[in-house]
């Protein structure tokens, strides 16, 4: 077996609980650290097949103490995620095997299909791709599964904000009182939870009009509750990636796509907010995995300072 680099690979109890699902006669050839992963560890598989050929699968490991610490409920909630998604329209990775409490591994670990397609961060071409993730999104949200997953979770509170260095200060303040409010009534929804660029793959052909999503992945943190929530982290991101005027643009490009939002203005605002204000804590991990992705320019003080003109975008525009 040979590795792409070091971090590829593949601790020997792991590697043992790997192979034990395989097909007989199989063997992992190749391994590759996968980029981008903020929470775990992600490698692809090159598997040889019996036939002489390969197929390639994808390990996600989680070693960061506080994902171990929480790995049962991630784990387990993505399985079963997976295992949901086959044969619907949503095109996601096929669960292969998990062991969420480290039975079998050195860390908690999830192995599963891999999916053809690249994620695709640049700016150039924004426009194109921008409509396609707001029909995944929409397609997502139409899924209607027998047992609903959990509820979503806040990732911010009022009392939990820091504005980044150099933010308006009023600005700030009036969004954080926002969010303090009661959260706004709302119809659920199937959410992926972190939906954004980096969690989505594309087949970016020599001609434009062959763009295409070819999957989904990150499934860990899905879960049941306002459309608004999906459409603002994805918002966020956008906003983050490519200038705040992507992150108000999304939003109407889900509408259009026939995704359907809270009438109210104050009640969007509250969802894009709750989700906005999240990453002032959380830029320099957020911009990390973008900058290794070849966006070098989107230094923590960069997505800090979109970040702070988003904000201010969303208060004048829906405030």
Known sequence: MTNHDEAAAVRPL???WVSRHLEVGERIVRTEALRGGI????????IGTRDGG????????????????????????????????????VSAPGLVAVDPMAAHCEYPSLLMTFLEGRTVLDDEGSEARVPLLARQLVAIHALRPAERPREFEAWASADSVVPPNGADAAVWAAATEMIRKPAPP???????RDFHPGNVLFEVPSCPAGLRITGVVDWVQTSWGPADLDVAHCSTNLALLHGPTWGLRFAEAYEEAGGVLAAAASERLYWRLLDGLAFAADAQWVARPWRDAGRTELTTRAVEERLDTYVSSLMDALG
């Open 14 to 16: 792991t590697l043992a």
């Open 39 to 46: 929470t775990a560890e992600m490698r692809r598989l090159t």
């Open 54 to 89: 390969t197929r390639d699968l994808v390990l996600r490991t989680f070693v960061d103490p506080f994902f171990v610490e929480h790995a049962e409920d991630l784990l387990n909630r993505e399985a079963g995620v997976l295992t949901l998604l086959t044969g619907t329209g």
């Open 186 to 192: 709302y119809e659920g929804r199937f959410l992926h």
